[in-house]
C-alpha cells in the first residue's frame, strides 16, 4: 500500500503523534486514514503499551476496514486485528489494532471511563458528525486531560472543516495530506428530472456505449431505489447487442447487504469489462471504490430525521449538502481525470444545497446520549455545558430529560436512578432497557428479551411484509396461537417461539419467507442480551414457566412502563389515536401492523408504538394493545411534571422562553434551559 498518498507522511504524523496529545489528520477519501494510520502507529510501537482503537460511524466500514487490514498485515482477522461492532465481538487477547464502531467504544467508556486499555484512540471519518462520534469528541477532550502521558487521540476527516476541530482541541497541530486527486469535469443536468432513477438509467447507458472504459458509480438513496435500478440495468444491458460494448458488471452497495456482497466492489473487475457499481452514500467517504471514473450524482440522500416537539421520526429523501456533492464528485477522480453527472441544475447546487450536512446530533432523539452522559458521572455534569462541537438545540435536550423521566431514568431533580443505571448498561433504546427490567420484574423477561432482539434486527420479520408477493402466496400462512389481536410485539413474540418449537431450522425459515440471516442475527442477540441482563440485573430469571397468555398480558404491561412516553389513545368516534405524549397528535395505526380493528370495527382504547414515523402522515409503527390501568398512573406521573425541577440535575435554570425567538409549534409551552451564570 506504499503508493497510497497518506504512507508519503509517515514520519511526519509520527513525529507530531509523539509530541502532541492530539492531533487532527485531513485527508480526502481513499488516501488511506483508515486503513494505514492504525498500522503506521503499529510499526512506531504504539502498540506495546495498549490497543490502537480506531472508530468508525457504520458497522460495514468497521467490517470492511478490518479485514483489508488483517490482510495486508497477513494475519487472521479477529486475532491481532480485530473488531467490534454492536452484538458481534471479533477481537481476541492477541488484538492488538481494534476497529469499532464510535457506538460500541462509547458503551466501553461506561465499564471503563478511562478506557485505559487503548493506547491510542483514532476518530476516524468524523466529517460523518454521527452523533456518537460528536459525543466522542467531547468525552475525548475530558480524556486527554487525564492521560495527557499515555494517550493519543488523532481524528481524522475527509472535508475541510478540520480547523474547527483544530480550534474543539485547544488548537491541536492539524495535519493535511494533500490528496492527488484528478480534474472532475461536471455536468449538470437542464432541470430537475421527473424520475432520478429513469434519469440515472438513461445516464449510466449513454456512457456505457459512449465513453472509453472506467466504472461507473451511481448514487441513489436507499435499497429500493438501488435494487430497481441494478434490475433496470441489468435488462437494459443484456438487451445491447453482443459485441457492441465492453461487458459489464452490475453490483450494489449499501449498509444492509451482506458482508460477501459488500467485498464484491474491492475486487477489480475482468479486462474490457465495465463496473457499474449502484450506490447509497456510503461510497461517498465510507468505502473507497477503486477504478472509478463516472460518477451519477442524483442529489439526494436518505436521512432520518426527529422532531423533538412531535417525537415524529421522518425517513426523507433530502438534497445533499454541497460537501456531499463534492465528495460524490471527488470519486470520479482517484484514478484518472474523470466526470460528474449531476442530476440537477446548478442553480439547485448553488442557491438550494446547505453548505454543509446537518449534523446527526442536530436531528436525533437524545435520550440515548443524555442517560450515557448522566451515568458516566463525569463530575461537574451539566448537560447544557457539556462541550459539543456543535449543541444540540435546548428543545432536544429536554425532550430527552422528559422521556427519561417518565421511565424512571432520572429523577425528579434530573439525577440518574439505579434503574437508569442498568438501563444504560444495555446495547438498547431507553425504552426497550426499561421494558427488560420491569419484565424481569413481571416473570416474563425471557418473552422480552425475544420481542427486544426482534425489533433490534434490521430488517422487518412480521410475515408478509416480504415486498415479494409472489413468493408469498406459495407459501401457506404462519399459524400463531391466538394473541394476534395484541399487535406487533406479540406476534414477532409468536413467531420466535415457533422458530423455537421447530429447532431453529433454517428450511421452516424459508417456508414461510422469513430472513434465515435476519432469525440467526436475532437468535445471537437474544442471547447476548440475556447474558448482559445476567450480569447487570439483580435476581434475572431468564426461563420462567407463564401460562402463554399470562406472559403476553405481563409482557404488554412492560412494554406500557418501557414506552411510557410512547402511548396513544384511541379518539372516541373513529379509529384514529391521540398520542398521550408532551405534545398529544393525531395518529394512525401503520397500515403495516398486524394490529387490526376488531368485530365492531374498533381499535383497542390504549396502545403504545415502537415509533412515530411521518410517511404521508403520522403513523405508529410496531403496535401493541395496553390496558387503561396501566396507562392511567404514567399519566399522573406526566400530570405532576415539572420541567425546571428536572433539568436541576445539571441542566441549569429553566426561562420561559420570549416570543420571537420561538418556534411556531411551540408559541405556547416552550421552555428554554440558560445556564446558571448567563441569567
Ligand atoms: P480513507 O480512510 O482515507 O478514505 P482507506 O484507508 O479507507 O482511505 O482506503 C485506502 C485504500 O484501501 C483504497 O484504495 C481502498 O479502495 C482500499 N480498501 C479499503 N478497504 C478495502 C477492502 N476491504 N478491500 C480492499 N481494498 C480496500
Redesign the pocket.
Known amino acids: 500500500?506504499a503508493n497510497?498518498p497518506?504512507v508519503q507522511f509517515e514520519k511526519k504524523i509520527e513525529e507530531t503523534v509523539d509530541q502532541n496529545p492530539v492531533v487532527v489528520i485531513i485527508?480526502?477519501?481513499?488516501?488511506?486514514?483508515?486503513?494505514?494510520l492504525s498500522q503506521m502507529l503499529h510499526r512506531k510501537g504504539y502498540t506495546n503499551s495498549g490497543i490502537v482503537a480506531v472508530t468508525q460511524p457504520r458497522r460495514v466500514?468497521a467490517v470492511?476496514?478490518s479485514?483489508?487490514v488483517a490482510?495486508e498485515l497477513g494475519v487472521r482477522l479477529g486475532e491481532e486485528v480485530g473488531y467490534a461492532i454492536r452484538f458481534e465481538d471479533r477481537t481476541s487477547e492477541r488484538t492488538r489494532i481494534k476497529y469499532l464502531t464510535d457506538g460500541v467504544l462509547l458503551r466501553e467508556s461506561l465499564s471503563n471511563p478511562e478506557l485505559n486499555q487503548y493506547s491510542v484512540i483514532i476518530l476516524?471519518?468524523a466529517h460523518e458528525r454521527s452523533l456518537n462520534t460528536d459525543i466522542l469528541l467531547g468525552l475525548m477532550k475530558r480524556l486527554v486531560k487525564r492521560r495527557a502521558s499515555n494517550l493519543k487521540v488523532l481524528i481524522?476527516s475527509?472535508t475541510l472543516d478540520g480547523e474547527k476541530v483544530s480550534k474543539f482541541f485547544s488548537d491541536c497541530p492539524l495535519l493535511t495530506v494533500p490528496g492527488k486527486l484528478f480534474p472532475v469535469e461536471i455536468f449538470y443536468s437542464k432541470e430537475r428530472p421527473t424520475s432520478y432513477l429513469e434519469s440515472s438509467l438513461k445516464t449510466a447507458m449513454d456512457i456505457h456505449v459512449r465513453e472509453p472504459e472506467g466504472d461507473i458509480l451511481i448514487f441513489m438513496t436507499g435499497q429500493d431505489d438501488i435494487e430497481k435500478l441494478v434490475s433496470k440495468l441489468e435488462d437494459k444491458v443484456r438487451s445491447l447487442e453482443e459485441g457492441s460494448c465492453m461487458d459489464a458488471i452490475i453490483l450494489p452497495l449499501h449498509g444492509s447487504l451482506p458482508p460477501e456482497m459488500q467485498?464484491r466492489v474491492?475486487s477489480p473487475p475482468p479486462p474490457n469489462c465495465r463496473r457499474f457499481i449502484v450506490a447509497t452514500n456510503i461510497a461517498e467517504?465510507s468505502?473507497?471504490?477503486?477504478g472509478v471514473v463516472y460518477v451519477i450524482d442524483s442529489g439526494y440522500v436518505k436521512q432520518r430525521q426527529y422532531n423533538p416537539a412531535t417525537g415524529m421520526y421522518s425517513l426523507d429523501v433530502v438534497q445533499i449538502s454541497k460537501v456531499q456533492a463534492n465528495q460524490r464528485a471527488g470519486r470520479a477522480g482517484?484514478t484518472r481525470p474523470g466526470k460528474c453527472y449531476r442530476l440537477y441544475p446548478s442553480r439547485v447546487y448553488n442557491d438550494d444545497f446547505l453548505d454543509v450536512t446537518v449534523p446527526e446530533i442536530q436531528r436525533s432523539s437524545l435520550a440515548g446520549s443524555v442517560l450515557y452522559l448522566k451515568s458516566l458521572d463525569l463530575p461537574d455534569i451539566d448537560i447544557l455545558k457539556f462541550d459539543f462541537l456543535d449543541p444540540p438545540s435546548t428543545e432536544s435536550l429536554e425532550d430527552a430529560l422528559k422521556q427519561l423521566y417518565l421511565i424512571d431514568a432520572i429523577d425528579e431533580n434530573g439525577s440518574i436512578t439505579s434503574i437508569g443505571r442498568t438501563m444504560a448498561e444495555l446495547p438498547l433504546e431507553p425504552s426497550l432497557s426499561r421494558t427488560l427490567i420491569e419484565a424481569n420484574e413481571y416473570g416474563c423477561l425471557s418473552q422480552a428479551l425475544t420481542v427486544a432482539a426482534m425489533l433490534s434486527a434490521e430488517t422487518n420479520l412480521l410475515p408478509g411484509r416480504s415486498k415479494n408477493n409472489e413468493k408469498k402466496r406459495k407459501y401457506p400462512p404462519l399459524e400463531l396461537p391466538d394473541g394476534s389481536g395484541f399487535g406487533d410485539h406479540i406476534q414477532l413474540l409468536q413467531i420466535y417461539e415457533c422458530w423455537d418449537e421447530n429447532d431453529y431450522d433454517i428450511g421452516w425459515c424459508k417456508d414461510y419467507d422469513l430472513q434465515v440471516r435476519g432469525m440467526m442475527f436475532v437468535k445471537e442477540v437474544r442471547k447476548q442480551l440475556s447474558q448482559i441482563m445476567q450480569k447487570i440485573a439483580k435476581d434475572v430469571q431468564v426461563n420462567q414457566s407463564q401460562k402463554r397468555r399470562q406472559s403476553y398480558r405481563n409482557l404488554r404491561k412492560a412494554l406500557s412502563i418501557g414506552f411510557a412516553s410512547q402511548l396513544a389513545e384511541r379518539m372516541r368516534h373513529h379509529n384514529g389515536f391521540r398520542t398521550l405524549g408532551f405534545k398529544p397528535q393525531l395518529v394512525q395505526v401503520h397500515p403495516s401492523s398486524v394490529l387490526k380493528p376488531d368485530d365492531d370495527g374498533l381499535y383497542p382504547n390504549y396502545v403504545v408504538y415502537h415509533e412515530l414515523i411521518a410517511t404521508s402522515r403520522p403513523y405508529m409503527r410496531n403496535v401493541c394493545a395496553v390496558e387503561r390501568q396501566w396507562v392511567i398512573p404514567i399519566l399522573e406521573k406526566l400530570d405532576k411534571l415539572d420541567v425546571r425541577k428536572l433539568s436541576g440535575g445539571g441542566l441549569g435554570h429553566v426561562e420561559e422562553i420570549t416570543e420571537g425567538n420561538t418556534p411556531d409549534l411551540l408559541k405556547k409551552e416552550a421552555v428554554i434551559v440558560t445556564a446558571p451564570e448567563e441569567q
Open positions: 500500500m497510497l497518506i485527508g480526502e477519501t481513499g488516501s488511506g486514514k483508515s486503513t494505514q466500514a470492511s476496514v479485514r483489508r490482510q476516524d471519518e481524522t475527509a467485498v474491492f467517504t468505502l473507497t471504490v477503486d482517484r
